[in-house]
C-alpha cells in the first residue's frame, strides 16, 4: 500500500508541475528583448567568461541572449531533459517518456506548430531531443520546466562566426600542427630509432621509456576506441597491414556517425574514412603496427582498434558535427570491448549533448583521454577546453624537450590538466613521427592532440599487462608514475608518464 501511494504521489507531483506549466501561456518580454542580439554581441557576452579563465554554460545565459543564438544558429535545438541534474541515461530514468512528450507538447503550445515541424529527432540512448523552436515565449516557458536539464543552441556556430569577424576561414582556424592536413615529410634520422622487424620508434616514445615498456606490454587484448576525423583508406598499417611485423591476432574496425549535411534532418553519413588527416595520425600514434616496411610504430602496437569518423575537422563547431561526437561516444560506450576512449577534438565551451554521451560512456567503465587544447589563433587565450575539463575525463597537453616543463608552442594547459606528453624539439621544433595518409609516407604531428593519443596508448600497455584491474587502477597507476608525482602541477597536472614504471 505504502509503494502505491509512493508512486501516486510521484504521478501527481508529476501531474502538478505539468498543469502549472502549461497554464503560464502568457510571457511578457520587455521590448528592448524582442529582437534577437547579433552574433558579435552574443560572442562578446561568451568571450567575458572565457577570457578570465571561466567555463562558459548556456543554462547561465539569459533568455534572450539563448534565444538569440538560436535564432542566428537555424533555430535549432539541443533539450536535454529528466528528473535531476544526472538523469541523463534512458535506461535508467523514471517517467522519460511521459516528461518527454510533455517537453514537446509545450513547444508544440508556444510554436503553434505539429509535432513532425518540431522534432527532430530524440536520442535512443540519452534523455535528449534535437527540436526546432522559434519563438523567445518557448525558451522561457521550457526554461520554467523542473524536468529540464538544459537548453542549447544546437547549430550556434561561434568559430566559424569568429573567424568570419577575423576574416579567417573556418576550415583554416583547425588546420596546423594538430589539425586538418595531407602532408608527407621525410622524417630527420634524428627523430627515431629503428626497431625490429624494421620500424622507426619516434623519439618521443623513449622520453617515456616506451619502448623499455615494451619488454612487459604491447596492449594485447585491449581495445582502444579513437573519436576523430576517421582513417584514411590509403593508409594500409591502418587497414588491411594492420597485422604486420610483430603485431599480430587484432582487430581494426571502422565507423563513420558524421553526416556531411547542413540540413539537420538529414541521416546519411558520409563513411569511416577520414578527409582531414588528423584522426589519421592520431590512429597510427596510438597502435600503428609494429612493421617491417621501415614505417612509424604506434604505443599499443597490439592493441585492438575501433575508430569512429565524427566530425568533419578538430573543432565541434556545429550541429552535425556534435551529433557526430555524441553517437560516437554512445555506441563506444555500448561496445563492451572497448576499454578506452581518446578524442583529439574539442571546443571552447560545453556542450549538453556531449556531456551526457560522455557520462554516459564513462558510466560504463571507459576510461576516457581527451586533448587539453591546442591552437595558433584567438582561442590561445583559453585554458582547457571542453571536453577534458570534465570530471569523467582526462586531459592531456603536450610539453617541450627538456629539463624544466614547458608547454609546447601551441598547447593549452591550465588545472584540469591530468597529464603531459613530451612532443616538441627543443632545437629542431620537430614534432612525433606518424604514419601519413597515404600508404609508405611519413608526416609529423604535435600538439595536444599527438600526447593524448599517445596517453592513450601507455593506457593500455598498463591495462593489458592488469587484465583485472579497474578504470581507477590503471589510472591510479598511472598518475603514480608521473614525473611530478605525488605532487600535482597546477599547470600540468602530474606530468609525464613513465611508461616502464607503469607496467611494472
Request: with cysteine; glycine share 8%; charged share 15%.
Amino acid at each position: 500500500m505504502i509503494k502505491k501511494l509512493a508512486r501516486y504521489s510521484l504521478i501527481l507531483a508529476f501531474a502538478v508541475a505539468c498543469s502549472d506549466h502549461n497554464s503560464e501561456s502568457e510571457i511578457s518580454i520587455p521590448s528592448a528583448q524582442k529582437e534577437p542580439m547579433s552574433t558579435a554581441q552574443i560572442n562578446a557576452e561568451i568571450d567575458k567568461k572565457t577570457m578570465i579563465g571561466e567555463d562558459f554554460r548556456w543554462k547561465n545565459a539569459s533568455s534572450h541572449m539563448l534565444w538569440s543564438a538560436i535564432t542566428q544558429g537555424n533555430f535549432l535545438v539541443s533539450i536535454g531533459f529528466g528528473n535531476n541534474a544526472s538523469d541523463f541515461d534512458r535506461s535508467k530514468s523514471a517517467n522519460q517518456a511521459k516528461i518527454q512528450d510533455e517537453l514537446l507538447q509545450t513547444i508544440a503550445q508556444y510554436e503553434n506548430q505539429p509535432l513532425d515541424k518540431i522534432l527532430i529527432s530524440a536520442d535512443r540512448y540519452l534523455t535528449q531531443l534535437n527540436v526546432v523552436i522559434h519563438n523567445q515565449e518557448t525558451i522561457i516557458a521550457l526554461r520554467k520546466s523542473p524536468f529540464i536539464r538544459y537548453i542549447e543552441p544546437a547549430d550556434y556556430r561561434y568559430v566559424a562566426l569568429k573567424n568570419a569577424a577575423n576574416n579567417r576561414s573556418a576550415a583554416s582556424s583547425s588546420s596546423g600542427s594538430s589539425g586538418c592536413g595531407f602532408d608527407t615529410v621525410a622524417l630527420s634520422t634524428a627523430d627515431y630509432t629503428t626497431v625490429s622487424p624494421n620500424a622507426k620508434a619516434p623519439w618521443t616514445f623513449y622520453q617515456h621509456n616506451i619502448p623499455t615498456a615494451w619488454n612487459y606490454s604491447t596492449g594485447r587484448g585491449v581495445t582502444i576506441g579513437i573519436v576523430d576525423t576517421g582513417v584514411s583508406p590509403n593508409q594500409t598499417l591502418l587497414g588491411t597491414n594492420f597485422n604486420n611485423g610483430d603485431s599480430a591476432g587484432r582487430t581494426i574496425q571502422k565507423f563513420g556517425v558524421y553526416v556531411d549535411s547542413i540540413w539537420p534532418w538529414s541521416t546519411t553519413t558520409d563513411g569511416p574514412n577520414d578527409q582531414c588527416g588528423h584522426g589519421t595520425s592520431m590512429a597510427s600514434v596510438a597502435t600503428a603496427p609494429r612493421n617491417n616496411r621501415g614505417m612509424p610504430v604506434g604505443v599499443a602496437y597490439n592493441a585492438n582498434l575501433v575508430t569512429y569518423r565524427a566530425a568533419s575537422n578538430v573543432v565541434l563547431d556545429g550541429y552535425q558535427e556534435q551529433e557526430g561526437v555524441k553517437k560516437a561516444f554512445t555506441a563506444l560506450g555500448n561496445n563492451t570491448s572497448v576499454k578506452i576512449i581518446s578524442m583529439s577534438m574539442g571546443y571552447v565551451f560545453s556542450v549538453g549533448k556531449i556531456e551526457d554521451a560522455i557520462k554516459y560512456a564513462y558510466s560504463k567503465g571507459k576510461l576516457i583521454f581527451c586533448a587539453a587544447g591546442t591552437s595558433t589563433s584567438f582561442t590561445t587565450f583559453v585554458g582547457v577546453i571542453f571536453p577534458a575539463w570534465m570530471p569523467e575525463t582526462v586531459a592531456v597537453t603536450g610539453v617541450k624537450e627538456g629539463a624544466s616543463p614547458q608547454k609546447c608552442d601551441v598547447c593549452h594547459s591550465g588545472s584540469k590538466v591530468d597529464f603531459t606528453v613530451v612532443m616538441q624539439r627543443s632545437v629542431s621544433g620537430n614534432t612525433v613521427p606518424v604514419n601519413s595518409y597515404y600508404d609508405n609516407q611519413t608526416n609529423y604531428v604535435g600538439g595536444s592532440s599527438v600526447a593524448t593519443a599517445t596517453t592513450a596508448g601507455i593506457a593500455a600497455l598498463v591495462w593489458s599487462k592488469n587484465t583485472t584491474w579497474t578504470r581507477d587502477q590503471v589510472l591510479t597507476k598511472m598518475r603514480q608514475s608521473g614525473s611530478f608525482y605525488p605532487n600535482r602541477n597546477s599547470e600540468l597536472g602530474y606530468g609525464n608518464v613513465n611508461a616502464a614504471a607503469a607496467v611494472q
